[in-house]
């Protein structure tokens, strides 16, 4: 039934938009680079001591982007977004929607709706904070655990109205994230979730709100069922010449029999350019690993799509028994 009407209504869609000449649809290039260089150190396990505590660091995507509004006022957009080394998923993201007033229906493969509608978790340094960062400078790792991640998957996203948003994402195959799964037109189905996100975002005149709300829930082939909850938020107001931002984020999610949960919480001051943040991350899961970090960070503004930032953060990770400090001086370009 799930199949028929999700069929029907990108079928609807289609059609609808099938006599509509786009007036003009644009190809634009965009993406991110991260590069910097950073030292760590680590004690613990059998290890007396980490060898590589200098670290060369690079990261970045390419992405393609199309977008063109028809005649009848639907906007087609879509994007390919290509890693910026060599992977062996070398396709990250990729997609196409169709949006109108009644909300965005995307098709491809993208992060989940619960993901996407997330906040609580701060950054002041490309690509790292306390919680789900791409540099991780110690054995800590406090990754987003509630998300399918980038699978191929059908999404909708209702209107902002009045800084409230919602989306909903169905995944028929959570093992196929398009890297390696050809056109997923015979998707085994047998791993299929749901995941839905709700958001809420305002400007109350000097006092910032935003809120979050996400579940996902998946049946597999294996019998390890998944379900999983979060929420986060996200409060800030001036402060003489600058503002001050607290947030704070908490997740849970059950596969099988194993429980795991993380949270994050972090506070940020900006004035001008300048951006300083201190923040702290734990993860648990069941049989001991138990992970936390200590993360603090000086970021500043360049220019527009230009931050340089300087990272320091302390970690342990008892399921490896380590230790260590970590620190990154990071340019992050986006484009």
Avoid: C
Avoid at 109 to 129: E, F, I, K, R, T
């Amino acid at each position: 039934m799930k199949k028929i009407l999700l069929g029907s209504t990108i079928l609807v869609a289609t059609a609808f938009a099938g006599t509509a000449f786009a007036k003009d649809v644009k190809l634009g290039l965009g993406g991110y680079l991260r590069a910097g260089v950073g030292v760590s150190e680590y004690i613990g396990g059998s290890t007396t001591e980490s060898d590589e505590s200098f670290h060369v660091i690079r990261e970045g995507e390419v992405h393609f982007k199309g977008k063109g509004t028809l005649d009848n006022g639907l906007t087609i957009e879509a994007r390919i977004e290509l890693e910026g080394h060599t992977t062996g998923d070398q396709i990250d993201e990729n997609w196409m929607s169709i949006q109108s007033s009644f909300g965005k229906i995307m098709v491809g493969g993208n992060d989940d709706a619960a993901y996407n509608l997330a906040v609580g978790n701060q950054s002041v340094v490309p690509g790292m904070a306390a919680y789900d960062s791409t540099h991780n400078l110690t054995t800590a790792s406090e990754g987003f655990m509630t998300t399918f991640g980038d699978d191929i998957a059908v999404h909708y996203y209702t209107p902002n109205i009045s800084g409230f948003q919602a989306g909903i994402s169905y995944t028929p195959d959570i093992s196929n994230d398009g890297g390696s799964d050809g056109f997923n037109d015979q998707a085994d189905n047998g791993n299929q979730g749901i995941s839905v996100g709700v958001s809420y975002s305002r400007d109350f005149g000097g006092f910032d709100l935003a809120l979050s709300g996400g579940y996902i829930n998946a049946e597999t082939d294996a019998g390890l069922d998944f379900d999983g909850f979060h929420g986060g938020a996200e409060v800030g107001f001036g402060v003489g010449a600058g503002s001050l931002t607290f947030a704070g984020f908490y997740e849970q999610n059950e596969v099988g029999t194993t429980d795991s949960q993380g949270y994050t919480g972090s506070v940020k001051f900006s004035t001008g350019p300048w951006a300083a943040l201190v923040g702290y991350g734990y993860q648990d899961r069941d049989g001991g690993d138990e992970s936390t970090k200590i993360h603090g960070g000086i970021g500043y503004q360049l220019g527009a799509g230009v931050t340089a930032g300087l990272g320091i953060e302390y970690g342990e990770n008892d399921l490896t028994d380590t230790d260590g400090i970590g620190g990154a001086l990071l340019l992050g370009v986006s484009f």
